[in-house]
């Protein structure tokens, strides 16, 4: 099973809501990340978690709050978003989490914030 | 540190085309090169990718062959179909110890029947 699941597909919130996405693997990664991608662009790394330890903030607001409960599971938290958040969230996997390794990505959510 | 640029998009072929989009990058050593693809409402899916210079990644017809000399790795098909149009991107990773990818901007493909 080469696959990464996310919840939901869609989402559409407003900016004073709070709601979180969720992503999931069973190929036994210890490396999970979480993606931004804007229209017609490429995406943009948020942050890693390794062996369910946050590795890497790429600088991210705090109104992104990411969770790692197992190594199979990863949520993102979202409160108090800007409509300038709207995007595709992407999860994506490794094994490791070591360089270089091949990245297994989600179907991404897409969310739109009014 | 490391870097990719991709040409720009977008490329509009009619079915069984010869493809091809150029990549180039600019890295310390010799790092592993990608091309993911992305269908459209879709995440990235690895494409092809090579390890060391000279290496020849090939999947679905797809081929990329990595060039030191010209630090080039472009991505060719000698006959693309419609269900190839997505948007397709050159990748590397980042410099600094981490699983970080550095994308290209990405290079949208629309082949017609």
């Known amino acids: 099973d080469t696959e990464v699941t996310q919840t939901p597909k869609h989402l559409v919130m407003g900016m004073t809501n709070k709601k979180s996405l969720k992503c999931e693997q069973h190929?036994?990664?210890?490396?999970m990340y979480w993606y931004k991608q804007k229209a017609k662009k490429p995406p943009e790394l948020m942050f890693v978690y390794s062996y369910e330890k946050l590795s890497i903030n790429e600088s991210v607001p705090s109104r992104f709050s990411p969770e790692c409960p197992n190594s199979s599971l990863l949520n993102l938290h979202l409160h108090a978003l800007q409509p300038e958040d709207s995007a595709l969230y992407l999860c994506a996997s490794s094994p490791t989490g070591g360089s270089p390794e091949t990245q297994y990505f989600g179907p991404g959510t897409r969310l739109l914030v009014l | 540190g490391n870097s990719v640029t991709q040409m720009e998009g977008p490329v509009t072929l009619s079915e069984e085309a010869f493809l091809t989009i150029n990549c180039t990058y600019t890295?310390?050593?010799?790092?592993?090169l990608f091309w993911y693809v992305q269908y459209p409402g879709e995440g990235l899916q690895l494409l092809l990718k090579?390890?060391?210079?000279?290496d020849k990644g090939s999947n679905k017809g797809f081929e990329a062959t990595y060039r030191k000399e010209t630090t080039s790795f472009h991505l060719e098909k000698g006959s693309v179909q419609v269900s190839d149009s997505a948007v397709y991107f050159c990748?590397?990773?980042?410099?600094?110890?981490?699983?970080?990818?550095?994308f290209g901007a990405g290079t949208r493909l629309a082949v017609h029947p």
């Open positions: 990748a590397l990773p980042f410099s600094g110890g981490y699983n970080k990818l550095i």
């Open positions: 190929m036994g990664h210890r490396a």
């Open positions: 090579a390890t060391k210079a000279d």
């Open positions: 890295a310390t050593g010799y790092p592993s």
